[in-house]
C-alpha cells in the first residue's frame, strides 16, 4: 500500500462535494462532509463564491480544494474539448493561481485538486491529459492530493509520479461495466432517489462494490465519495448519505 494512503482502513471515508457553483446551499450541506471542491470561476463561480465558500468551509473544519474546469460557463463545464497538453497545463495553473490568492490571505491553504465535469472525464480517458494534470499541480502543490475517477488514468498517473491521491466513487452516478461513470446524456445516468444513493454509498465503502446500470457487480477502491451540490436533492442526499455512514459506525474524514 502507498504510504501517503496508509491511513485508510473499511471504516473510514471521506465525503467530497462540489461546491461554489451557484447553488447557495454551501452552509446547508458543509456539517456532513469532509472535503470541498470550490469553482475556480472557470466554468462556475467568482471571486466572491469562492471566498464565500472557503468561509464556510473554515467554519466547519472542512477540507478546502480547487475545482478546475473548462472555460465554458454556458455549458456548465461539462461539454468536452479538444486541448493541447501545454494548453490543460496553462488552464490549470491559471485556475489555481487565482484560488490561491483568495484563499492565501485567508489562512487557508489547497488540500486536494479535483478537475470538473467534462475534464475530469477527459483526463480519466487519456494518459497524457491526466500525466500532465498531476505534473502541473506537482510543481506548485507537491503535497495536495488528487481527486481522480477510481482506477483511473488520472490515478495511475499520480501512483507513476509518486503525488498522494484519493480514489474517488459517486454516490449520485450510476456506473458502465469499465468503470467509467454512465455519462450524462444517457437515460439513467443520474441517481437522484436518496435512498438508492445512500445506499451505494454504503456498499461501495463497505464492499467496495457497485451495480453497473447494466445490472452487473464490479468491484472498486473507494477512498472519497462525490455528492454534487447541484443536484436537485443536494443537501437532504448529504444529510442522508452521511447519516448511513455514520449509523454503520463509518468515520468521515478527510486525509491528513
Known sequence: ???????????????????????????????????????????????????????????????????????????????????????????????????????????????????????????????????????????????????GLSESNTIQQAIILGQPYMQEVFADRTYQKDGTLTPRHIQGALIEDIGVASQQALSLVMHKKVHTLQDEIIKLPVDTICIHGDGFHAVEMAKAIYTKLKEQNIEIKYPQ
Open 1 to 147: 500500500m502507498n504510504n501517503i494512503n496508509s491511513y485508510k482502513h473499511n471504516l473510514q471515508v471521506d465525503l467530497n462535494c462540489d461546491m461554489g457553483e451557484g447553488m447557495n446551499n454551501e452552509a446547508e450541506i458543509m456539517p456532513f462532509i469532509s472535503s470541498a471542491n470550490i469553482a475556480c470561476g472557470f466554468h462556475a463561480g467568482n471571486e466572491y463564491t469562492i471566498k464565500k465558500t472557503i468561509e464556510i468551509a473554515l467554519e466547519h473544519g472542512v477540507a478546502i480544494g480547487a475545482h478546475p474546469g473548462y472555460d465554458d460557463p454556458e455549458n456548465f463545464g461539462r461539454i468536452s474539448q479538444p486541448i493541447s497538453v501545454l494548453d490543460l497545463a496553462e488552464l490549470i495553473n491559471e485556475q489555481i493561481y487565482a484560488f490561491e490568492n483568495i484563499a492565501t490571505p485567508m489562512g487557508a491553504h489547497i488540500h486536494h485538486v479535483k478537475l470538473h465535469g467534462a475534464l475530469y472525464n477527459d483526463c480519466a480517458k487519456d494518459p497524457a491529459l491526466s500525466k500532465i494534470f498531476v505534473q502541473t499541480i506537482q510543481a506548485i502543490y507537491p503535497e495536495a492530493y488528487i481527486y
